[in-house]
């Protein structure tokens, strides 16, 4: 059964675009602009739902309410306070952000090297990033220290983004000749460039103090916990200008579908656009690990689940993938938050758990294809 | 017109086009024929600004490197030989992928003109099938209705603009073979220019207007299909034997595309 199929099934897309009276004939854009309004809902709902509940019984709508009315703060209202706009409030934000950052940076990996199968994680981009973030946390202390101080919040994520540029370009670079990139070159050398960065992050933790190893851990189990302001502060920017810059490369996305030297011939800046894409992904997914660690399989599931409904076209597959993401992700947060309270089980667990089915699920269907 | 001149291409270090010189004018089919391997394909990638290349390349005029993708893509459009496309797209998400460049971008020309490149192609009626679900043929005019699209209109701003096809019916079933190599000729007659890379003799002598023959990266023979095409050029570019116009002995059947009635 191929992924056409899947299209037919009355459990995915028809019933959905037989409701929306899609015309004319093989148009789905329909179908993507009510999919677009359904997630922009979802969205909504679920970060209200994320910054509502959690292990505590603080109440967001009576911290709201104290807010807008002044009502006098009281020990308990100053500690629900606390728990909803400087606990729950950047964690639902950063959650959705990363959420969305990783679902269109996978969107864009597909798209880019023309394989449902690419994502930041599975050729090495994390890891990169990972491994930027875990220098910085080993090797940091001996920098100068006024450099650190001036970069502040900032150092991990710029590690993280540097690690995650390197990576993207030597993995393109490797995968790449004669302007066509090959998908099995990419995708053997995306193991071996996570193979190479988990040594070196190894050699790391045999060199890192307690301390260290106890930060370096975060990033191998991947979790929401523990945001501040100050991360939100760090990390934000970098995945919305992400987020607002890639959208823009969708007609150039759909254009290199059909190969490289097509897309040159529509009138694609095809270097810029690889090049663009590149950066922006890197810088996504350098951001998103840097404050959370590893998350795995959003990437992949939810563009491919997209598609499915939608279809491959770009203007509305990415953000779509951004909405679907972090609604996904909030939704994973908040499993790992409730289900051992007042424990936590961390996030990569929850999304590892069910998107490594889905993955397995993926490449069952596309047994009868020869190419990868 | 597009003209080439001592266009010379040379790809991992091997020169695999030497100092060839081709003119397309517009109104004309050209076809470039010749052997596997004798730089066709590389000709028209170059002419296309698709590959690095020394020699001049003008397309009305302009200098084509100096021009940007974008412009050069509203004046000419490429069939490339084989697409494989990785995502489910249907045929008319494929075809309006064509659409996305140029004057005729704007939504309420997008339908129509998918519709009638469709048709164009003979896949009326196809618009919300898979590609992927199509035959070899079905596919190669889904994309030529794409490339159609992409330069829907024969003259643009007073200059005409250029089909460059690789094969455009090597796939295809006799009858869609004529109906192409038809498309291609109302495309001229519209003020526009074809060049094709052609591997049917017969169908070239039908319906080109001016032939070139490569052999071994370089131009053989130039011309009118009925000059060019004579049993010493033949064997001098094919490596075998063969008579223009000669007939099979008795109870050989051979059919020409000549004689179809569409």
Known sequence: MSLNDALRTPAHGSR????????????????????????????????????????????????????????????????????????????????????????????????????????????GISSGSALGAVLMIVLGASMPAGLMASLGAFTLPAAAFVGGLLTTLLLYRIATRGGQTSVATMLLAGIAI????????????????????????????????GMTWTKVAAAAPIILLALVVVPFLSRGLNAITLGEAAAFHMGVKVQRLKYTAIVAVAGAVGASVAVSGGIGFVGIVVPHLLRLVIGPDHRYLLPASALLGGVLLLGADMLARTIVAPAEVPIGIITALAGAPFFLWVLLRHRGRDSW | MIDARNLTVSLSGKTIVHSVSLAAKAGEITAIVGPNGSGKTTTMKAIAGELPSKGEITLNGHDIRALEPWQLAVKRAVLPQAATIAFPFTVREIVRLGLTVGPNRHAERVDAITAEALAAVDLGGFAGRFYQELSGGEQQRVQLARVLSQIWEPVLDGEPCF?????????????????????????????????????????????????VMMKNGTVAHAGRPAAVMTDDAMEAVFGCRMRINGVPGPGVPFVLPHTASY
């Open chain 1, 16 to 123: 959905l675009m037989r409701s929306a009276k899609i015309r004319p004939e093989g148009d789905r854009s329909a179908v993507a602009r009510l999919t677009l309004v359904i997630l922009v809902g979802l969205s909504l709902i679920a970060l209200a739902l994320s910054i509502a509940t959690g292990a505590s019984d603080a109440s967001a709508l009576r911290v709201i309410g104290a807010l807008l009315g002044g009502t006098e703060d009281t020990v308990l209202s100053m500690r629900d306070r606390i728990i909803v706009l400087d606990i729950r409030m950047p964690r639902a934000l950063l959650g959705f952000l990363i959420g969305a950052a990783l679902a269109m940076s996978g969107a864009v990996m597909q798209g880019l090297f023309r394989n449902p199968l690419a994502d930041p994680g599975l050729v």
């Open chain 1, 194 to 225: 996570s193979a190479l960065t988990g040594a070196v992050t190894g050699i790391l933790i045999y060199m890192a103090d307690d301390k260290q190893l106890r930060d370096i851990t975060f990033w191998g189990l991947g979790s929401l916990s």
């Open chain 2, 163 to 211: 089909l460059m096809l690789d094969e455009p019916v090597s796939a295809l079933d006799i009858r869609h073979q004529l109906t192409i190599m038809q498309l291609a000729r109302r495309y001229c007659e519209g003020g526009g220019g074809v060049i094709a890379v052609m591997h049917d003799l017969n169908l070239t002598a039908m319906f080109a207007d001016h032939m």
